[in-house]
């Protein structure tokens, strides 16, 4: 049975505090589509600030905490005090997330934990105490971003623990959406390919974009909006037969 949304609804969104990240980009555009924001950051401070612009630009109700997603009780208490200040949670966006340029010969341990810790387990821990929240009402979308690394074995600025923990993101959402399914909840992940944000390793020089767009077949590299509006796409009310998918944005990188 489809729940319908209600009319006042929250999505809650990791790593939005960048302003030149797709996280912010997804919270602006999710906040004019109507939703009122719950922002998960490792600053405190700059997360409640973040929801102050959103609020005051888009009129809508936004909060912000700070905590490490890879530490589980406190992603739990960041849910629980968003939960307690806006109105019911019916979706959740995945973000927050780490690169890695180590070469795998290179690698030492701790560098391979950290990106696993963040960028898997991280999804995971808000992922799990959202879903909560989602099934005992019956309704949600939960959308986790993964990356052209993960379908192609790397070959972008990040590598090997990266495109693992990304490829894991994969296979954590067909697992969401075949379970969370009956229970009304629908799971999805968004692999980019090139995108110009700064987690690239800094801010892209035109050379490098002009670089990186030689080989997509649209000729340019993407923006934070191409995959905010994404985001946007698969959150809505009704886009609810869609689940356990990969929607690739690319460029025509890789055609899966």
Avoid at 57 to 81: I, L, N, P, W, Y
Avoid at 184 to 211: C, F, H, Q, S, Y
Wanted: aromatic fraction near 4%; glycine fraction near 12%; charge should be negative.
């Amino acid at each position: 049975m489809t729940v319908a949304f209600p009319a006042a609804r929250t999505a809650i969104v990791t790593g939005a505090v960048s302003p030149r990240g797709i996280g912010r980009a997804t919270a602006r555009r999710l906040a004019a589509a109507g939703w009122d924001i719950g922002i998960i950051d490792l600053d405190d401070d700059a997360s409640a600030e973040a929801a102050s612009e959103l609020a005051a630009s888009f009129g809508v109700r936004a909060a912000g905490v700070g905590a490490d997603v890879s530490d589980e009780a406190a992603v739990r208490a960041a849910v629980d005090g968003l939960e307690s200040a806006l109105p019911q949670i019916v979706a959740l966006v995945n973000i927050a997330g780490i690169s890695s340029p180590t070469p795998y010969l290179e690698l030492e341990p701790g560098e391979w934990d950290r990106v696993i810790a963040v960028n898997l387990t991280g999804v995971h821990h808000v992922s799990r105490r959202v879903a909560e929240s989602l099934a005992a009402s019956g309704v949600g979308r939960i959308v986790s971003i993964s990356s052209v690394s993960a379908q192609r074995g790397g070959g972008t600025y990040s590598k090997t623990p990266y495109s693992v923990a990304k490829a894991g993101v994969i296979g954590l959402t067909r697992a969401l959406a075949r379970e969370l399914g009956p229970l009304g909840v629908t799971a999805n992940a968004i692999a980019p390919g090139p995108i110009d944000t700064d987690i690239m390793g800094g801010t892209l020089t035109e050379e490098r974009k002009a670089e990186m767009a030689a080989d997509l077949l649209v000729g340019r590299i993407g923006t934070v909006d191409d995959v905010a509006v994404a985001v946007e796409f698969l959150l809505r009310e009704d886009t609810g037969f869609i689940t356990g998918h990969t929607l690739d944005v690319n460029g025509g990188l890789y055609m899966n």
